[in-house]
């Protein structure tokens, strides 16, 4: 799956934002991120054996490759590019085996023929290597080598002699359209600088060729056929991009039918869970997205990795199906973006911790934890409430209602230690013009418990104090007769849950 880097939120989309950290996720990275560089190049490579000749040999051989290689991104910023090679193949990606290109033959004299077909590696080719030292050199090889002797018998080529009779001229093919095997691999070895920083728009992408190469292809090849200087011309040139990407995360936690432990969640990669499965994905900077049983999310990429004084996060999520978690790192800061399909406007959070749930009818149920939520609608003032509180909204038409209803389902993804206060037991006695009501209430620990009245939208009373776990009394103020809305937050660390309630002054 091809990486992407950083993105603009356009105006259609409907974008979950989470700014601001103080949240500790349900588990941390404790290694280093991999990081993804792509090295993809095209060139073309010429040789004619025998050239100003009565039998002459030529070979175009059309070169392109894609070598994918891991690396390890440090909190700092630094990335650390391991020496593959035979020592540790592991580190070339999976499926990422360069594909070499294409040969044309041409012979002609005694022999003739007209042959083209694909250019094998030799056997027991060693795999590209990529490396970095402490100076930001970076140096990266593609194709190790060529098989110049059609050891592996993959290199087919038919013709005929001067009598009309069939003659195999595979080896013939192999060996010219080869012929740049002994210079392999520092003519396709690329070595570029990069700055400390090269990724902190989530993607460094550079442009190389082979004046990058470590070494020149020489202009004759008569050497290795023992020709007269001049009859056996060869040049290569070739071009291509080294491409170093963030993966949206790496799956930490895994159970029932989900990706393993370990699996690299690259961008535009959608993950899955089963009936009885959910899945946790760490993200570069320690934040942990939680899936739910039959849930599915795609990923969109990550900006990430500053200097702490300018750190910018910034989180591409698509809940396609489900619900999900997410709790923000305070290591480093940063704003994390959760990304919903809608037209005219989004809906966020400002904070560290939420969940959310695609419903039946297409609705996006988001719930806040902590921080702040915002809905905002194209044409219309940005609408913000609070932790504890949450907003159903309709990505298809902008249209949003305010509410406290938390799916039981969202709730159980929250580990324990992210959890606020349950708050229940909310009632108010006294409800009378001109007498002070009591507001009774239960907590499952101490917390901060914040009391809100409204009527309308005029807020008329609001007032916070601490209490104790269990059972738990407030005497507010005297109220005139009408209606109201009264909402109880109750906060410990940050974390809110909120009971609300419509009652009558009489």
Known sequence: MKAVGSWAVSPLLAVIVLAGVSATPASAATAPLKVVMEFDGTGTFSATNGAQTDSPEHSDVALKWTTTYAGDLQPDGSITFTATGPGAPTEVLPGSAPT????????????????????????????????????????????????????????????????????????????????????????????????????????????????????????????????????????????????????????????????????????????????????????????????????????NGQTTFTPPSEHHISDSFKLLLGNMWAGISDALGGDHQFEQPGPVGGTGVRGSAFTASLQHNGDILLHVIQGTGFITVKGKPEHDFPAGEGIRFDPGSGAYTATNVWPAADQALVPPAQRPPKLTKVRLVGTRAGKRPTLHFTLSEKASVTVQIQRGSHRVLKRTTSARRGAGSLRLSALHRGRYTLTVFATVNKRSVAVQKSFRVT
């Not at 990669?269 to 009885?276: E, P």
Request: hydrophobic share 35%; glycine share 10%; aromatic share 4%.
């Open 100 to 299: 070499d290109g294409t040969y044309h033959f041409t012979s002609s004299g005694l022999n003739t023929a007209d042959c083209s077909g694909s250019l094998p590696a030799a056997p027991g080719a060693s795999d590209p290597v990529a490396t970095l030292d402490s100076n930001g050199t970076l140096t990266v090889q593609s194709i190790t080598s060529a098989d110049q002797n059609n050891e592996t018998g993959l290199v087919n080529c038919q013709g005929t002699d001067m009598f009309g009779n069939a003659v195999d001229l595979s080896a013939d093919a192999a060996n010219l359209s080869g012929t740049f095997a002994p210079s392999l691999p520092d003519i396709l070895t690329a070595r570029i600088s990069v700055p400390p920083d090269a990724i902190k728009n989530g993607t460094f992408t550079k442009a190389v060729s082979s004046s990058d190469a470590l070494a020149q292809l020489p202009g004759s090849c008569a050497d290795q056929f023992g020709e007269p200087e001049g009859q056996c011309p060869m040049s290569l040139t070739w071009s291509g991009t080294i491409k170093i990407t963030v993966p949206c995360g790496v799956v930490d936690f895994s159970e029932g039918d989900a990706p393993a432990v370990g699996t690299l969640i690259n961008p535009g990669d959608i993950v899955s869970t089963g009936a009885k499965s959910r899945v946790e994905i760490t993200l570069p900077d320690g934040a942990v997205y939680r899936l739910g049983p039959n849930s599915k999310l795609q990923c």
